[in-house]
């Protein structure tokens, strides 16, 4: 609930109801491709930056910490160093701000059902399903959401529209009723 303005957070406490999140509000597929790829682009800048950090460690410290660098990502290979990064970088980003920098980038957020921030497990479940083979292909089923938003049962939207559909529904459940301060 960190996310959401101190308006809604009023309304949500004054309020009985429950939110439940509307499909209407599910980030588009270009969208998600165009957080794939900035998201991408990022792992890979992480990799470079942890990498000059272990030459300035080595360089500077004289700690022998490069050899092993070297070793580990070379076993991996290039996808295994991406995927492993990747796993860092999302459960960073998204346990923390629910957002990716790609997220950030166009304007999209995730979200459980209730348009709430998702707990760390949710998190965790959701970064773990993205190793599944063909993730990227599960969006062409009937939900148009990928397995790792639906086994988690997390949900990519706009922020700004689920801001504004969180005020709406909870200005109208308030109607007629007194307001406490």
Request: with cysteine.
């Amino acid at each position: 609930m960190k996310f959401i303005n101190n308006n809604i957070k009023k309304r949500i406490h004054l309020s009985n109801s429950v939110y439940v999140l509307r499909k209407q509000l599910l980030t588009s597929d270009r969208d998600r491709f165009f957080n794939c790829i900035i998201d991408f682009f990022f792992i890979i800048i992480f990799i470079f930056v942890c990498t000059f950090f272990v030459l300035l460690a080595e360089n500077v410290f004289q700690i022998g910490i490069y050899g092993i660098w070297e070793k580990a990502l070379d076993e991996l290979g290039f996808v295994g160093s991406c995927l492993s990064f990747a796993v860092i970088y999302y459960l960073i980003f998204e346990s923390l701000f629910s957002r990716t920098i790609g997220k950030i980038v166009t304007g999209s957020i995730v979200v459980n059902e209730n348009g709430i921030k998702p707990n760390f497990k949710m998190v965790c479940l959701r970064t773990v399903c993205r190793l599944i083979p063909f993730d990227v292909f599960s969006f062409l089923g009937k939900s148009g959401r990928f397995w790792h938003d639906s086994i988690s049962k997390t949900y990519v939207v706009e922020k700004k529209d689920l801001e504004q559909d969180m005020e709406n529904f909870y200005s109208l459940d308030l109607i007629g009723k007194k307001e406490v301060i």
